[in-house]
Every structure is written in C-alpha cells, then in structure tokens.
C-alpha cells in the first residue's frame, strides 16, 4: 500500500514539475514577444538601415515561434489547470495582439522613406514586412494551439469551466484583432509595391478542396443520438485529423519550396484558397448542428458516453482550429513566394478578405463547440 501511495506522489510530483515548466516557458515566450515589440515600436526608419533591422525583427520573430512549437510537441498530460495557468495564457494573447498593430503601424511608417530609398532595397524591405506580418499571424496560432493542447490535457476543466469560459472570450477577441491586424499589414504593404502565372500548386489545391468538401458531406450525414454519440463522433474526429495531415503535407511542400523559389500567383490558386476556406465555414456549420444534437440528447445520454463524446468534441475543435490556421499560413506562405505581387494585388486582397471572414465564422463555431464541451463536463463533475 505504501509502495503505491510513494507511486502516485512521485507521479504528482512529476507533473507539478512539468507545468512548472509550462509556465516558465510562457512567462519566457511573453516576454521574447514584449522584446520584439518593443524592437518594432523603436526601429530607426531610414533607407539604409530598414532591410537590417527588419532582418533582425525576423529572426527574432523566428525563435519565439521556434519556442511556440517546441512547447505545443512537448506537452504532456495531465495538467492541473490554475489561474496563474490561465492568466498567462490570457498574456499571450493579448501580446500577439498588440505586436499585430505595432507591425501595423510600421508597415504605415515605411510609406515615408519610399521616395529616399533604392527600389530593391525596398522590395526587400517590403518581403521582410510582409515575412514580418506573417510570423506574428503564425504566432498567434501557435498559441491559440497552446491554448487547445493546455484545455485538452487538464484534469480538472470542470471546477475551472467558469474561468475557462472568461479566457476564451479573451482569445477570441485578441485572435480576431491580430488576424485583422496582421490583413491590415499586408494591405499597406502591397499598396506599396509596384512590380511587374504558374500553376503547380493548382492539382494539391483542386485535391484538398475535393477530399475537404467529402469531409464536410460525410460529417454531414452524422445524425447524433444518445446511442451513437461518442461513437460518431470519434469517427469524425478520426476523418478530421487524416484530412488535417493532408493539409499539413500541402504546407510542407509550401515550406520546402519557398527556400528555393518564387512563382507567379494565378486566379485559379486565388480562387481555390478561397474555395479552402469556404470549406471550414461548412464544416462549423455542421460543427453548429452537433452542438443542438448534443443539448437536445444530453439529458438521456449515460454519462459515461456523454464524456467520451466531449472529450471527442474538444479534440475535434482543436484540429479544426489547427486547420485553419494552417489554410490562412499557406495562403500567406504563397504570397511570400509570388513575384507577380503588383499585377495581382486587388484579387490577393479580396482573397484575403474573404479568407478572414470564411476562417473568423468558422473560429466562431469551434468556440462555441468548445464551450458547449466544458459546460457539459463541468456540469458532471459537480
């Protein structure tokens, strides 16, 4: 007896120690973020000076989202949630937010060397800002993913629903400013640039878009009931993360390629970035329909299934939160590679505008599958 109860201490000891680690890492990554910002609000603006510090701004921006990563691989259960735990996730938030506008305030600054500066040092400059923009739009989804893995892993969501719940509200307000904030940046850099069609990418797009609006027929078809609840939704969330994967694949091309090439951006791959982000509106509208299934059955749903079910729902939530944010990386990762930025600039700003609002409506539907997940969970732990 005493064995097991030494056992269970060391485990408890264990995890005390790792979520002490979690919260050094997020005070480390906060502060890393108030560096950068406050690199960003001080740069000397001159023409012979602004490609460097904006160089230095993105390596900078690099190691924080280097930090994000190794800490969303990292992670480990359980974790005990705590309000320091939740406050500081709340400053993660909020900082990203906040390095969203003061990039946007640089982007508008740039505006008055224009004239002083040689042209390809401000196209580089240009391609550093717009790589600025969107490693801070990256970071922003790094923690909206820590946030997800935090929620996921805790063993006590339901003492903690009601403060959960007031985090989430912060994110999502700080996760809307920064995206927006982030479109802002690109807009006042594109307006700026003045520059002179491949379609390799056309046959992944056209394959995703294909396999995505399955995805959203078969999690359509889903009809929940007390007695299939838990079932279905695993199999949805199963058919969400291998359709994840292949989102991610796409983006790994993305990624290796943009070390080596440029590309000219074509209507078709516009259209189909749209088209991708048409798809996770859809896919939160079924989200919707799964949240009125779930609170009409609840109550005649044992509560074992019920659990599995919302734990299920939250996973599920997160791996389409993940998608998203991928599907708004790999449309800015393209406009990083293009060399036809001028000529196409209305369609990639309608594109993006249309992006923001596709991907915000869906984001809205994850939170509120989220929130209908802690609330039930919360209320069988009383």
């Known amino acids: 007896m005493n064995n097991i109860l030494k056992f269970f201490a060391v485990l408890a000891l264990s995890a005390s120690l790792l979520q002490a680690d979690l919260k050094t890492d997020m005070i480390n990554i906060n502060n890393s973020m108030l560096e950068l910002n406050s690199s960003i609000s001080t740069v000397d603006l001159n023409s012979n000076t602004i490609c460097a510090s904006l160089l230095s701004q993105n390596a900078q921006a690099k190691d924080i989202l280097n930090a994000l990563v190794l800490v969303n691989e990292n992670f480990s259960a359980p974790i005990t949630l705590d309000e320091e735990t939740l406050l500081l996730a709340e400053n993660l938030f ?51 993913e820590m946030a997800d893995n935090i929620l996921i892993m805790s063993d006590n969501i339901g003492l903690m629903a009601d403060r959960i719940l007031e985090m989430q509200v912060i994110q999502s307000e700080n996760m809307t400013l920064t995206q927006n904030t982030v479109l802002q940046t690109q807009t006042n850099a594109l307006a700026l640039v003045s520059v002179m069609e491949t379609a390799s990418y056309d046959v992944s797009l056209n394959t995703l878009i294909t396999e995505g609006n399955l995805l959203v027929a078969k999690m359509t078809f889903v009809t929940l009931n007390p007695w299939n609840m838990s079932r279905e939704l695993e199999d949805v969330q199963t058919d969400v993360s291998n359709y994840v994967s292949q989102v991610e694949q796409f983006k790994a091309l993305l990624n290796a390629d943009m070390d080596q090439s440029t590309m000219y951006i074509n209507s078709d791959t516009l259209n189909s970035l749209v088209d991708l982000s048409i798809i996770m509106t859809s896919i939160g509208i079924v989200m919707d329909s799964y949240g009125v299934s779930i609170e009409a059955s609840q109550l005649f749903t044992r509560e074992t299934t019920l659990l599995d079910a919302m734990n299920s729902m939250l996973i599920l939530s997160s791996d389409i939160g993940k998608m998203s944010n991928s599907i708004l990386e790999m449309a800015d990762q393209i406009l990083l590679m293009a060399d036809n930025i001028g000529l196409a600039a209305d369609q990639i700003l309608l594109t993006q505008e249309l992006q923001s609002i596709n991907i915000a409506t869906a984001q809205v539907s994850i939170l509120a599958a989220q929130q209908l997940a802690i609330g039930i969970i919360a209320a069988n732990n009383k």
């Open 94 to 144: 909020v900082t990203v937010a906040s390095l969203s506008t003061q990039t946007s305030l640089l982007s508008n600054d740039i505006t008055m060397i224009q004239a002083n500066t040689d042209a390809i040092i401000f196209a580089d400059a240009i391609t550093a800002m717009l790589q600025l923009s969107s490693d801070i739009g990256e970071m922003g989804d790094r923690i909206g």
